[in-house]
């Protein structure tokens, strides 16, 4: 039985990801759930002391002259790739949010304020745990994952054949949205293993039942390397 792997995130990363599976043997399916857009970002706070983001979607969207203002700020990210869009130096680059807020708690002075470039859909738990630290976060949201409208017949059209071997989840929004799926589709995804970029990205898949399976980095190596662990 071919190995097929619904690859379920934005374009053009979802055609770029599948010749990377074929290439490897296996038989991907492209189902992006959501678009990545813009979301006019509120104005700054008067104080900013460093900067954190956790998606390279963070530098991606924003006007430039948004970005410039904070172009001198200590930069803390999640993921090279997420490094790579801030296109400068970062203080630290972690594996994963707990990671980086630990990191964080650990370095920044006392009653730091924070200014985190967010996606409309987000945990509260960096804020939390940094708040609960003794710093100050201001969220500003600068992206939206906006769910794509299928036409009729098109999710099952995409999901005939032999059931997933695989599907990987890229977001807290597009886990929601598969778990969705999965319940409307279930034969489909009757021995399915789901490989999740973070832990957050499997939240809306946890309660369901599922195989899970997670990324040890939260970029596309981690997850192929997840997907080869899979028996």
């Given at each position: 039985?071919?190995?097929?792997?619904?690859?379920?995130?934005?374009?053009?990363?979802?055609?770029?990801?599948?010749?990377?599976?074929?290439?490897?043997?296996?038989?991907?399916?492209?189902?992006?759930?959501?678009?990545?857009?813009?979301?006019?970002?509120?104005?700054?706070?008067?104080?900013?002391?460093?900067?954190?983001?956790?998606?390279?979607?963070?530098?991606?969207?924003?006007?430039?002259?948004?970005?410039?203002?904070?172009?001198?700020?200590?930069?803390?990210?999640?993921?090279?790739?997420?490094?790579?869009?801030?296109?400068?130096?970062?203080?630290?680059?972690?594996?994963?949010?707990?990671?980086?807020?630990?990191?964080?708690?650990?370095?920044?002075?006392?009653?730091?304020?924070?200014?985190?470039?967010?996606?409309?859909?987000?945990?509260?738990?960096?804020?939390?745990?940094?708040?609960?630290?003794?710093?100050?976060?201001?969220?500003?949201?600068?992206?939206?994952?906006?769910?794509?409208?299928?036409?009729?017949?098109?999710?099952?059209?995409?999901?005939?054949?032999?059931?997933?071997?695989?599907?990987?989840?890229?977001?807290?929004?597009?886990?929601?949205?598969?778990?969705?799926?999965?319940?409307?589709?279930?034969?489909?995804f009757d021995s399915t293993v789901f490989v999740c970029l973070s832990m957050e990205a499997g939240v809306g898949l946890e309660n369901h039942g599922l195989d899970l399976a997670f990324?040890?980095?939260?970029?596309?190596?981690?997850?192929?390397?997840?997907?080869?662990?899979?028996?």
């Open positions: 039985m071919e190995r097929r792997v619904l690859v379920t995130r934005p374009e053009p990363g979802a055609s770029a990801t599948a010749q990377r599976l074929a290439g490897q043997g296996f038989a991907p399916v492209v189902l992006p759930l959501t678009r990545i857009v813009p979301v006019e970002p509120a104005p700054l706070p008067q104080r900013v002391d460093v900067i954190v983001a956790t998606s390279a979607n963070a530098f991606r969207h924003p006007p430039p002259e948004f970005l410039r203002l904070l172009a001198a700020k200590p930069l803390y990210v999640v993921g090279e790739k997420t490094a790579e869009a801030a296109n400068r130096a970062a203080e630290i680059v972690a594996p994963d949010a707990k990671t980086l807020t630990q990191r964080m708690i650990a370095n920044l002075g006392p009653s730091s304020h924070v200014l985190y470039l967010a996606g409309r859909v987000r945990g509260a738990a960096l804020k939390d745990a940094l708040e609960q630290a003794g710093h100050q976060v201001t969220e500003i949201e600068v992206y939206d994952a906006v769910p794509i409208a299928f036409a009729p017949g098109e999710i099952g059209t995409k999901l005939a054949g032999e059931p997933f071997w695989s599907a990987l989840v890229y977001s807290r929004r597009g886990g929601e949205i598969l778990s969705r799926i999965v319940a409307q589709s279930p034969a489909s990324a040890a980095t939260p970029d596309e190596a981690g997850m192929l390397s997840a997907l080869g662990r899979i028996g």
